[in-house]
């Protein structure tokens, strides 16, 4: 019987130092383990700790591995499962490109206002949105506007707290 794949998002606090990203990064590859998505930035205010949230699948056996894992690597400071720790936000950042002409145009605005999308670009062949919200609802829109035309996508990466009093 096999076990049923979950989708975990990891909160990670690391020292901020070169190489760091490399060495979580290598953990993954190196087992084979796969990354949805992945975040880093500074999150103290001397810069010496940077917070990486990374966005994986698997078993919750391989989820533990990949939790016990990282907690053994020398620069970790702290290890926390947001999906099995309790309710967190999740954000994403997109820049959509939608290329289509006539009434497409229109129809690409229409789904952008329903969505809450800002036109960050416009010309005569063409409109960049910009879009914030969970990853399903970007996927939602995407889907959405390729419909519509040729579409490219940027997307930034999930980015994830905690809900309520507890930090990091």
Wanted: charged share 25%; hydrophobic share 45%.
């Amino acid at each position: 019987m096999s076990e049923t794949i979950e989708r975990h998002t990891i909160a990670v606090l690391v020292d901020n130092e070169p190489g760091v990203l490399a060495r979580v990064i290598g953990l993954f590859s190196g087992r084979g383990y796969n990354i949805e998505s992945l975040t880093v930035a500074p999150v103290s205010a001397d810069g010496a700790a940077s917070r990486i949230n990374v966005v994986t699948s698997g078993t919750p056996q391989i989820i533990e591995q990949i939790k016990a894992q990282l907690d053994r690597l020398v620069p970790v400071q702290t290890v926390h499962d947001l999906t099995m720790d309790g309710r967190h936000i999740e954000r994403e950042t997109a820049l959509i490109k939608v290329v289509g002409e006539g009434p497409d145009r229109h129809e690409a605005l229409r789904i952008a206002d329903i969505f809450r999308a800002r036109v960050s670009d416009t010309t005569i062949g063409s409109f960049v949105f910009a879009l914030t919200g969970s990853p399903e609802k970007l996927d939602s829109f995407i889907e959405l506007m390729r419909a519509l035309g040729s579409v490219e996508v940027a997307r930034s990466g999930v980015v994830a707290i905690a809900r309520g009093g507890a930090a990091l």
